[in-house]
């Protein structure tokens, strides 16, 4: 029988690729995500695997909206096989300027909402896990939460908290058989990067510096490492937050040294 997993923020970018790469494995897919027309555009899109990818409108800041979402999950599918949180926000500047929501809004939806999905995705997860074959949840971490950049300081802490979230649910539900792992990607050529080029709403961003390997990643960089997470070779994986970012932060490049 295929498996079922639920996908936050799959409306676009990361979360999207993650939903087709999963389809396209026979999983069955709750998609999460706030918004309703791209999440419709997405749900058409996958107009081959329209029975076994399931679209849920759901704000992961809302606490009653999560609950809510994951009780309609559980009495569809009482099994969760895994959890992947792809929603967040990023807002860039300044910390002397940077105005309280939007410090609050970065967090509630990366750091808050990411432990809110996941604690209402523990039961169902719980309930899929066998010794031979523990359930997963895969964090969206950033290259930002291991070496920070300015401008970007709240999504950054944001980030950050998402990896020490990681390492204590890991701790926590290892025993129930429930595998937590963060993937930290570098710059990924998604909607949330490209918004960042219009000046009115990159405030100073700049992409998290230059990747010895050449290029920035594309989503699917990243959803393959996602898709090791999720499977039997990762079966004694926990804890972690895996960089993906073709070794953005490895070393610090002085400039004007290639
Ligand atoms: N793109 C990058 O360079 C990059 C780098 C490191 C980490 N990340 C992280 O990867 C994840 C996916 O990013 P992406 O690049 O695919 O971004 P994206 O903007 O393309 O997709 C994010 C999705 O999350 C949804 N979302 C936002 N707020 C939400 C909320 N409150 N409730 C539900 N859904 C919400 C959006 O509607 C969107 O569909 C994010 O957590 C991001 O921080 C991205």
């Known amino acids: 029988m295929g498996k079922t997993a639920a ?38 899109d996958f107009a081959d695997h329209r ?106 802490a944001s980030k950050a908290a998402v990896s020490q979230l990681c390492r204590v649910m890991a701790a926590e539900w290892a025993p129930s058989g429930v595998l937590v792992n963060a993937l930290a990607p570098g710059t990924v050529d998604t909607p949330m990067v490209q918004a960042m080029a219009d000046p009115s709403v990159g405030k100073g961003y700049r992409p998290s510096g230059v990747s010895p390997v050449g290029r920035i990643a594309q989503a699917d960089d990243v959803v393959d490492v996602m898709m090791f997470l999720l499977s039997d070779g990762a079966r004694y994986v926990t804890g972690t937050t895996i960089p993906v970012d073709g070794g953005t932060q490895a070393a ?6 290639r």
């Open 7 to 44: 996908i936050t923020g799959a409306a676009s970018g990361i979360g999207q690729a993650a939903a087709r790469r999963l389809l396209e494995a026979g999983w069955t897919v709750f998609g999460l995500d706030v918004a309703q027309g791209r999440l419709d555009a997405v749900a058409r």
């Open 51 to 156: 029975d076994r990818f399931k679209p849920i409108v759901c704000d992961v800041a809302d606490a009653t909206r999560v609950v809510a979402a994951f009780a309609e999950i559980g009495l569809v599918s009482p099994l969760l096989n895994a959890l992947v949180c792809c929603a967040g926000v990023l807002r860039s500047g300044l910390m002397e300027a940077m105005p309280v929501e939007e410090f609050d809004r970065v967090f509630n939806v990366n750091a808050r909402g990411t432990w809110l999905c996941a604690r209402e995705a523990l039961p169902l997860l719980r309930r899929a896990a066998v010794p031979e074959d523990p359930s997963r949840i895969v964090l969206l971490s950033s290259v930002a939460a291991l070496r920070p950049k300015i401008v970007s300081g709240a999504y950054a």
């Open 252 to 257: 610090f490049i002085p400039p004007g040294s």
